[in-house]
């Protein structure tokens, strides 16, 4: 099924009233549930579910065999891994009907869920907040923090492009080493200092140019 300003394969499910984006994409097995609002340019992987009155924002890629349950708002700019899990009732029992107490989770803009972490209902998850793939995020995450482990602790920063920034120079400022954007920690909430954080990215820094391993080797040679 497609229509004029949305893509969505012949085997996927968008049950109406729901609100679809120009330029998004919905694939294989895919099923929108009504009340649901997916924003621009936006990609739902093969087997995504997105529950009754799901918010998601511009931009939000979504990996495959991922469901995001009502109570949820997903911001613009998130990723969402492969088989990663949001949750709506953190005391679930078959006996005990709570369809309408389910808790609220924010994924703010930007950040990025890794394959197969948790994140359990009633958190938020900070803008470029970095969660590990199989971390499990049991309690709110600051901006651009980097989370790993179970329970997610955090290990440090990453930057806006994904990397871990390294230690502070003299003057408390973390440079990414691929956009060369200046981060610094201000009384525990880190700042970037080139770019605000809900400006889009310029668009010579929206596009990569050499993978994620060879920063890192640049920065850890053997």
Wanted: charged fraction near 20%; aromatic fraction near 8%.
């Amino acid at each position: 099924m497609s229509n004029n300003s949305f893509f969505a394969h012949e085997s996927a499910f968008v049950d109406q009233p729901s609100e679809i984006g120009e330029g998004t994409r919905i694939w294989h097995f895919c099923h929108v549930l009504p009340g649901a609002r997916i924003g621009r340019h936006c990609n739902l992987g093969q087997n995504v579910m997105i529950g009754n009155d799901v918010v998601v924002g511009d931009n939000v890629k979504i990996q495959n065999n991922v469901s995001i349950y009502t109570g949820t708002v997903v911001e613009d700019d998130v990723f969402l891994g492969p088989s990663c899990v949001l949750t709506n009732v953190s005391n679930p029992r078959s006996q005990v009907n709570r369809r309408t107490l389910y808790e609220r989770t924010l994924l703010r803009r930007g950040c990025t869920i890794g394959a197969n972490a948790t994140v359990v209902c009633g958190t938020t998850v900070g803008r470029y907040a970095f969660i590990a793939a199989g971390a499990v995020v049991t309690r709110d995450v600051p901006d651009y923090a980097l989370m790993a482990g179970v329970p997610a602790r955090r290990l440090g920063w990453m930057s806006r492009h994904g990397h871990r920034l390294g230690r502070p120079d003299s003057s408390g400022v973390m440079v990414c080493p691929e956009s060369t954007f200046r981060y610094r920690d201000e009384g525990g909430a880190l700042r970037c200092l080139d770019v605000n954080e809900d400006a889009p990215l310029p668009a010579n820094k929206a596009v990569g140019s050499r993978p994620y391993r060879e920063f890192r080797n640049q920065n850890n040679p053997r």
